[in-house]
């Protein structure tokens, strides 16, 4: 058919795929690829019931500079089942290094397979083969549905599974999160409209793993301004103790001081 088009037209039919975009620096990143490569991009993002939906706004944003189509998919059932992570639940997200074990309850569990189920579906819809995620090895020791191994093996599944051989591909798994930003570099994208922040302040917290991961991978030409997100820091002081809070006052004090020294 893509041949008979193209014979008529008498120019290339654009290669087309589904891509799951969050609005974060990696699926920005990948978007961004896939158009130097001279895709048709159907982006979809999914509100999983997560304690901000900021960056879907930014992967609109993404979609329509990009001319991609884009569809956000209600997944807040998620919220019922997953009562056990801080992103779907009241348990604040835990600040600090990615590595370190407390970072495990950011999991949302299983929701790459969900996310990707319904991409393969909606692939299949459309008639289009392919579907992109921006999965990337340092997501590997927390999160096991980013690893090359799950991916295959939900891919092969994929395959089984649909009349047109749905194939999920994923760039970036062998990757590290540096090298990424140091693609999407190359590829001119415009990291200050990406989100990552899990707290979904006013500005990225800078504190936060998926903040802290970000400041290390964009290490040089950051254009991210973190800064203190006031209004839940004043929505948790409220249920400190008076010498607690008096810590906490001390503490944004000479964090300020800091800052504009
Ligand atoms: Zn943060």
């Given at each position: 058919?893509d ?8 120019e ?22 896939l ?9 979809l ?16 944003f ?30 604040p ?6 590595e ?16 990707l ?15 992109y995620?921006?999965?990337h ?6 999160y ?12 092969k599944?994929?395959m ?9 591909l ?6 590290r ?31 936060c793993?998926?903040c ?7 290490e ?11 209004e ?6 409220s ?18 001081m800091?800052?504009?020294?």
């Amino acid at each position: 058919m893509d041949s008979l088009v193209k014979s008529v037209l008498g120019e290339d039919v654009p290669k087309r795929a589904v891509l799951i975009l969050s609005g974060g620096m990696d699926s920005v990143t990948l978007l961004h690829y896939l158009k130097s490569k001279d895709y048709s991009v159907h982006a979809l993002s999914f509100n999983y019931g997560q304690k901000h939906t900021k960056e879907l706004g930014f992967a609109q944003f993404w979609a329509a500079k990009t001319c991609s189509y884009f569809k956000i998919i209600d997944l807040t059932v998620l919220k019922d089942i997953a009562t056990q992570s801080s992103l779907t639940s009241d348990t604040p997200v835990p600040e600090g290094h990615y590595e370190a074990e407390n970072m495990k309850s950011t999991v949302v569990p299983n929701r790459n397979m969900v996310m990707l189920s319904l991409a393969i579906a909606y692939a299949e819809n459309e008639g289009i083969k392919e579907v992109y995620i921006g999965a990337h090895a340092g997501d590997h020791a927390i999160y096991p549905d980013c690893r090359p191994e799950f991916l295959g093996a939900l891919c092969k599944a994929s395959m089984l599974g649909t009349y047109t051989g749905v194939e999920i591909l994923a760039p970036f798994a062998k990757m590290r999160k540096r090298d990424i930003a140091i693609l999407g570099k190359e590829l001119k994208v415009d990291f200050a409209n990406t989100w990552s922040c899990y707290k979904g302040g006013e500005k990225h917290c800078g504190k936060c793993g998926t903040c802290v991961e970000r400041q290390e991978a964009l290490e040089g030409f950051d254009p991210t301004a973190y800064g203190t997100d006031y209004e839940t820091v004043i929505k948790l002081a409220s249920r400190l103790s008076l010498q607690d809070r008096r810590a906490l006052s001390q503490r944004l004090l000479r964090e300020n001081m800091e800052r504009e020294a």
